[in-house]
């Protein structure tokens, strides 16, 4: 991750990140010191314990993410103080206000008035000398304004009218960059404010996915994320009107919005000036600040939104690749197709491909027999194990085929089949590392070896699909990509370094992934493996050419060599902490490949004993865990789901079934469940359990086998309900919620009624909120 500005004084930064992961500043200072010596977050967090205090990962990844945040706040901090001093405007005061604040939009608030910009109005009536006027007026109220302002029609200003309506400009302009003013209006706003959707006349139709949302209005502070991307993708597809109310129910002379503004300036009397002001400030709010601050506040709500979504999509791409692996087993992977044909890759336990072919069991050629007598013959001789079926087109059909295929062979042990995702599957097979891989192979066949290669080892496959890919997420296309991009990568990197690396079998995209390892790196090491053969130990890294002592630092305890020279090479100590396991060893007067896996002798010892000056309590605790368990998979073990045979379409399904499938997508309001018909069912949030669930993830996760009942089915819409909970989800949450209709997978939730609100201009506020949802 880079860090913009990396030089500028941290102490303030490292104090406020501190606060906000609940740490000390000597911490979070010394986290920030490894980050910029170009340390990651996987090896900070393992191996560096002692130096953070034993920050964690997940404090560790917020860390960073908000030290970039903050270096480019304090980075515009610096460029608007040179600004304003440059213009002999800065202040003492003035300079301590910029100091204070914490977010950008604070920041900008405050550069409003000191900002280079096109000729005004206000500034047109300054030159034109109404500046006066307009002092004078906001100074003394006594005299009506009208009164006033005959003294200033001269030259361009050609009667009373005109100079009052330059009077207003310039103290309208003074109201929409006063700094104070917009953070009280916003937080009023924040507090009352309604998202308001209609659809766009004549568009009910073309739109009818979003119909949901065609008279549909809810509090701002409250729109679930999932509801307000939907809205807002249906405003970006030009079906849906979106807007921003404040004050519906509020029926006085003045909106509190307006009151606020009079309060500011006090004005609120009887006299002359004051009733002018007030009519003035009316204006203000309609005309300049309603508008921008509606928008900032749709600004706010779409960040707010994208958050969720990119955490949401993080947590299921963790989850998903952090899934079960079947293991080192030979493995067919089928790729359904029906017109085209089923494609079948063979791989041996390493993933290593052995054969492919393409069988053509469904339309027009129908050679069921002759299909599964090929695959009952690839069984027999590559004596596969596992057979994954891919979840596409023909999934279910390939799958009886299968299972037929497999009743067919001799008594024994057979082969296990398993429904497995295609998702990035075609992305993978098209991409320039499988033509790298397989420069030979038809494209259509690299999917399925894709496939086979998913289910012994999600992790090492997934990581060759752009994450963006996987489909795990909730409108991961409608949220800042840079973003999602850098959040998606850390995911990985996390995944694949908690999970380690076999040096010897781990492709290039794998070992891309291991800390401080880059593309370059990864392909330097796999060249060098391919020309002189297997590594014995870690050192031999240092042999890999443009491989410096600095990578080798940062890579080398997540690699795993077995079967090497040095038995520590299989575990994750680091090969700088060797001594101190040495030094374990040798107080339990056994060599070492005796002692590793021995957990009553090594709980018997003290670990304060093996405390040195480099490394601390931490460091030793590890090594004792790791040398009771050695290159431990933090991963689960393997299990899959049984789909319920006849059960192969949604015109299948009926209220009342029970069935197994496996948790594909979880999201705010629920999890989406595989269940063999093509189609996800979704077990809403209050049908997860017999008890209040807030977060769905506290029940599952992505690739989780689950039993779930139907409760619902719509055909036409291809809606499915399901639930886990006990009594069968009979009547435990409203009928509008148990049935939300969905936006590419998005739920529907129930309106809140509210009165309509008079809207204000659609084109207008339409072309502002285009130009203000563009990512600077």
């Not at 330059?166 to 916003?186: K, M």
Request: glycine share 8%; with cysteine.
């Amino acid at each position: 991750m880079s860090n913009p500005s990396k030089h500028i004084p941290s102490k303030s930064i490292a104090l406020l990140i501190a606060r906000e992961i609940n740490a000390t500043p000597a911490q979070a200072t010394s986290a920030i010191e490894l980050l910029d010596e170009g340390a990651t977050v996987p090896f900070i967090a393992r191996y560096r314990k002692e130096v953070t205090g034993g920050l964690d990962d997940t404090q560790l990844r917020t860390l960073a993410e908000r030290l970039v945040y903050l270096r480019e706040l304090e980075a515009r901090r610096l460029a608007i103080l040179d600004s304003i001093r440059s213009q002999d405007k800065l202040t003492t005061e003035l300079e301590g206000k910029i100091a204070a604040v914490t977010t950008k939009a604070e920041l900008e608030d405050i550069y409003l008035p000191y900002k280079p910009k096109r000729r005004t109005k206000a500034e047109i009536a300054r030159e034109r000398g109404l500046g006066p006027l307009a002092e004078a007026i906001m100074a003394d109220r006594t005299l009506a304004p009208a009164d006033r302002a005959a003294a200033y029609v001269v030259g361009e200003v050609t009667d009373v009218k005109m100079a009052l309506e330059g009077a207003r400009d310039i103290i309208a302009e003074g109201f929409t960059e006063n700094a104070d003013l917009l953070g009280r209006l916003r937080t009023h706003m924040r507090s009352v404010a309604m998202l308001r959707a209609r659809v766009v006349d004549g568009k009910q139709a073309a739109g009818a996915k979003f119909s949901d949302y065609f008279d549909h209005t809810e509090r701002w502070s409250t729109v679930p994320g999932h509801r307000a991307l939907a809205m807002l993708r249906g405003w970006n597809e030009e079906f849906l009107s979106v807007d921003i109310t404040v004050d519906l129910d509020d029926t006085g002379p003045m909106k509190p919005v307006e009151r606020t503004i009079a309060a500011a300036y006090h004005v609120g009397g009887t006299l002359p000036g004051d009733k002018w002001l007030m009519e003035m400030i009316g204006w203000t709010w309609r005309v300049k600040l309603s508008l921008s601050l509606s928008l900032d506040l749709m600004r706010e709500m779409r960040e707010r939104a994208e958050e969720e979504a990119i955490h949401v999509f993080a947590r299921n791409l963790k989850d998903l690749l952090l899934a079960a692996p079947a293991g080192s087993r030979a493995t067919m992977g089928l790729d359904p197709g029906i017109r085209t044909g089923v494609k079948v890759a063979i791989v041996d336990g390493t993933g290593k491909l052995l054969e492919t072919t393409t069988v053509y069991p469904f339309p027009p050629k129908n050679d069921i027999r002759g299909t599964q007598a090929e695959l009952a013959s690839l069984v027999r001789k590559h004596r596969i194990e596992l057979i994954a079926i891919g979840n596409g087109t023909g999934s279910r059909e390939t799958e009886r085929l299968v299972a037929d295929m497999l009743t067919q062979l001799p008594a024994g042990p057979k082969p296990t089949k398993v429904i497995v995702s295609e998702a990035g599957a075609s992305v993978y097979s098209a991409s320039q590392a499988a033509a790298d891989e397989f420069p030979g192979l038809d494209v259509s066949l690299r999917g399925a070896v894709s496939i086979a290669r998913r289910l012994q080892d999600p992790l090492a496959e997934l990581v060759k699909i752009e994450p963006k890919s996987i489909g795990v997420g909730q409108y991961q296309h409608d949220v800042d990509q840079a973003r999602l991009g850098r959040s998606l990568e850390a995911v990985v990197e996390d995944a694949v370094n908690a999970v380690g690396v076999d040096l010897n079998t781990a492709s290039a995209p794998l070992l891309a992934r291991v800390s401080g390892l880059g593309k370059s790196s990864a392909e330097a090491i796999v060249a060098h493996r391919d020309a002189t053969g297997r590594f014995e130990s870690r050192k031999d890294l240092m042999k890999v050419p443009r491989l410096g002592a600095r990578t080798f630092e940062q890579c080398a305890g997540f690699l795993r060599i077995t079967g090497g020279k040095e038995p520590l090479d299989a575990s994750s100590v680091h090969p700088e902490a060797y001594g101190v396991a040495k030094k374990i060893v040798a107080a339990c007067g056994r060599d070492l490949r005796a002692i590793m896996g021995d957990s009553a002798a090594l709980k018997q010892l003290d670990p304060r004993s093996f405390v040195d000056e480099r490394f601390g309590l931490p460091t030793v605790k590890d090594i004792l865990a790791e040398l009771e368990k050695p290159g431990r998979d933090p991963r689960p073990s393997f299990k899959t789901a049984t789909f319920a045979d006849g059960i192969d379409d949604i015109k299948d399904l009926k209220p009342g079934m029970l069935l197994e499938g496996t948790v594909t997508n979880v999201a705010a309001f629920g999890a989406f469940v595989d269940i063999g018909v093509h189609q996800d069912g979704l077990v809403h949030v209050s049908q997860l359990a017999d008890r209040f669930v807030k977060d769905p993830h506290e029940v599952v996760k992505a690739g989780d086998v689950v039993k779930v009942r139907v409760t619902e089915v719509d055909v036409p819409r291809k809606r499915i309900a399901l639930t886990m909970r006990k009594d069968g989800g009979a009547e435990s949450a409203p009928r509008e919620s148990r049935n939300e209709p969905r936006v590419s997978n998005q739920p529907r939730q129930g309106r809140v009624p509210q009165p309509k609100p008079e809207a204000p201009s659609q084109g207008a506020f339409g072309a502002a909120l285009a130009e203000a949802m563009k990512r600077k």
